[in-house]
């Protein structure tokens, strides 16, 4: 099987393939650039959440407390009356 010029000068070099490899690289590795930020970003929401839930769930408990020792102290009240 014999070449037309034309279609020789369409062949793909190893330059040409290089360039293409260079540019994938460069847009893979900004793709993965943002996605590893995205991902960062998502794991300090979640650090933040859980954060926040303990504070809460802290505060809940202080409360809990509170109504407990308040409760006792109305039932004395209750009874001395």
Do not use: C, W, Y
């Amino acid at each position: 099987m014999s070449l037309t010029p034309e279609q020789f000068n369409k062949l793909v070099t190893k330059e040409d393939l290089q360039e293409v490899k260079e540019d994938l690289r460069g847009e893979f590795t900004n793709d993965k650039d943002e996605v590893l930020s995205a991902i960062d970003g998502l794991a300090k929401k979640f650090d933040n959440f859980h954060a926040e839930l303990a504070a809460n769930q802290a505060a809940h408990d202080r409360f809990d407390e509170s109504i407990s020792e308040l409760k006792k102290r109305v039932r004395e009240l209750e009874r001395n009356l």
